[in-house]
């Protein structure tokens, strides 16, 4: 039974996806309470923050003063073996953030519009009542407290801990890579405003490694891959890599965090009774880059709205809760799909033909086709823009071939 006291939503997380869900609930008017783990928001912080500046436009969040770090215009990548293709935009297309900042400035606006923040404190457990979430059990400051709530809004990250409670498929496990991120001083031979992306089985098995450079001199370089222990491939990346060990040979490790990443796609249903899940723990993640923050804000806004929704009807059952997944699939679906088959596509290819990809790349003027591109969250919709380029028609048919050869 809930009383005039308690919370009309509560929101189990303070990461990007916690407070942009508390920020738009609370915009509505709708009593929300935001419980975080740890005694800082945004710390530990374990993701790089490039993030791409349409995106951000879109949903209002720029230009984000004091928070982004640098803007980049070009990428380049490179096979094992060194072979580069460098990819000239027309204009900066993505921002790097100091994401420290940028999960506080979130949460300062959430609490701006009168959600209320409890840090240190641990959401232990679902309240359960015959298949509703009908609330949560928290240790805050030593003290267990149970806590009645019509709206449960899980924002918990990766560890998809809570979620399982609900008898809701959780993200899969296959689908997981593991992180190294850090800040380096001493990088060289880099572009201020260049990202650098390293391809291969040898060095980031399942994933890539990154370098993105700060005007001050300091990068953040990391690297994620699926199997055995990222600290040793980044280390194989700063002594072997015929390109990065030159970038990296005076390098020093500034910080170094550990964290995973999902790239196996959304979860099929992302809400229950009295519950939806955002962000990380619903695997909203995009599978070729690893990048989540935009998706895990445009879902966190659509959950809101959705949450506001039921409340005013008084009816927080999944069948009314499943909006929220409806606009999630009409959203996102087509961009997921698309990015599942690359990644599947860029996971078959052996190294050698990764070299050969990035060659035949440079030979066709795929950079030049693709140089007007501004949108790199929603890559389905990004690819059928540019589908129609002679330049890249050859591409995809060589990628074709070489996916059917492969797969
Ligand atoms: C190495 C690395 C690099 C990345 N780089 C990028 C990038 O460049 N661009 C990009 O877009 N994305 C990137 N990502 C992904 C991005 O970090 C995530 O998609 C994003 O942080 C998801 O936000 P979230 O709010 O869902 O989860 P999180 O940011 O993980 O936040 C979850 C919050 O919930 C809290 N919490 C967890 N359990 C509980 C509990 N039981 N009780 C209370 N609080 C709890 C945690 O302390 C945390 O504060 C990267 C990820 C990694 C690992």
Known sequence: MNTQNDPQAVVIGAGPAGSYTALQLAKRGIKTVVYEEHNQIGLPSHCAGHISIRSLKTLGLYPLEGIVENTFCAANFYSPQGTKFTLHLNCPVTAVLNRTYFDQYLAKQAQNAGAEFILNSRVQSLLIQRGTVTGLKVKTNDTNIHLNTPIVVDTEGVSSRLLRQTGLTPLKTSGLVYAIETEMNNVENVEEHAVEVYFGRNYAPGFYGWIIPKPDGTAKVGLATNQGDPRNYLRRLMIKHPVASKQLSKAKILSANYHAISLGGPIPQACSNGFLAVGDCASQV?????????????????????????????????????????????????????????????????????????????????????????????????????????????????????????S
């Open 286 to 406: 995009k599978p070729t880059t690893g990048g989540g923050v935009i998706f895990s804000l445009t879902a966190a806004k659509e959950a809101a709205n959705t949450a506001s929704q039921a409340l005013t009807m008084g009816d927080v059952s999944v069948e009314t809760l499943i909006t929220y997944q409806k606009r999630c699939t009409e959203l996102f679906s087509f961009d997921f799909k698309t990015m599942l088959q690359l990644r599947h596509f860029l996971d078959s290819l052996s190294d050698e033909k990764l070299d050969e990809m990035l060659r035949v790349c440079s030979k066709l003027g795929v950079d030049k086709a693709l140089s007007g591109v501004t949108e790199i969250d929603f890559q389905g919709k990004m690819l059928l823009s540019v589908a129609t380029k002679p330049a890249m028609i050859a591409a995809l048919v060589y990628f074709g071939l070489l996916y059917l050869h492969h």
